[in-house]
């Protein structure tokens, strides 16, 4: 009887472990993009923009994984199947860019939601990020977007 119920849950739980570490990081950038409820162009270009840099991708497959991200974003029922996936694929420093790029994207429009703030405090544990690293990272993206906002 045991057997029989845990072989009901084996096909979703290896079907959840399937994501691809790409699209786990689009995901999870979709997430703070849309986390105080408002999800724009100005947080879809970012996204892809994002993605192009941190992945070394061309526009339009920027374009298209964010796309994918968005979609596996919409369908997740958590963010822990992203984070895990994330946690084990990234080295410490790329996951800590990866923090960088989750923070550009909640300060995007100038204005810090505390849903936002709530998911930029759950993520870094999961990703295997302490808290000193995390407000290091959340520390140089304000200095670079006070820095781009002197020049322009």
Do not use: C, N
Not at 33 to 54: C, P, Q, S, T
Not at 71 to 83: C, K, N, S, Y
């Amino acid at each position: 009887m045991i057997d029989v119920l845990k072989s009901l849950f084996r096909p979703q739980a290896a079907a959840r472990a399937e994501v691809p570490p790409d699209v786990a990081i689009a995901a999870l950038l979709v997430e703070a993009g849309r986390a105080d409820g408002r999800y724009g162009e100005a947080e879809r270009h970012a996204v892809a923009h994002l993605l192009e840099d941190m992945l070394d991708l061309a526009p339009t497959a920027a374009a298209d994984l964010r796309d994918r991200g968005e979609a596996a974003q919409g369908e997740a029922a958590d963010l822990v199947r992203f984070t895990r996936v994330v946690k084990f694929a990234l080295d410490e420093r790329e996951r800590i860019a990866l923090i960088e790029g989750l923070w550009h994207l909640v300060l995007i429009d100038h204005h810090r939601d505390p849903h936002e703030d709530a998911l930029l405090r759950r993520l870094p544990p999961l990703l295997g990020i302490s808290d000193h690293a995390s407000a290091a990272a959340r520390r140089r993206v304000l200095a670079r977007a006070e820095r781009d906002g002197a020049d322009t």
